[in-house]
């Protein structure tokens, strides 16, 4: 019978536990994202919204908070709220810098024995 209430307690957590650690997944950087990817992340945010936010990024720059999507045209405060935990603002990331090698001197021969 304690085997059964266990079992039945590891299956209600898993179930409850599972679907919040695939909402985590889902957060998008609005730095960074293309149109595709937030209307298709971001519930209630359709193509219109998605490409106000990518047009507005694309004029003024990246977003330094989550706050700023309140200038996109569309998107008010209660959006914002709404939304808030699937977003960051992470920076692009710029490609990293390779220092170029230079070639090994060469070595003088051995001689023969």
Do not use: C, H, W
Request: without cysteine.
């Amino acid at each position: 019978m304690l085997k059964l209430i266990r079992s039945a307690i590891v299956v209600s957590f898993l179930s409850v536990v599972l679907p919040l650690a695939a909402f985590a997944a889902q957060v998008v950087n609005i730095n960074t994202a293309d149109v595709a990817t937030l209307a298709q992340s971001i519930s209630g945010i359709g193509e219109s919204k998605a490409q106000a936010i990518v047009d507005y990024r694309t004029k003024n720059g990246r977003f330094e908070s989550v706050d700023d999507l309140v200038n996109v045209k569309g998107i008010g405060i209660k959006t914002v709220d709404r939304i808030r935990e699937f977003l960051i603002v992470a920076p692009a990331v710029a490609p990293a810098k390779v220092k170029p090698v230079k070639p090994a001197a060469k070595q003088p021969a051995l001689p023969a024995s």
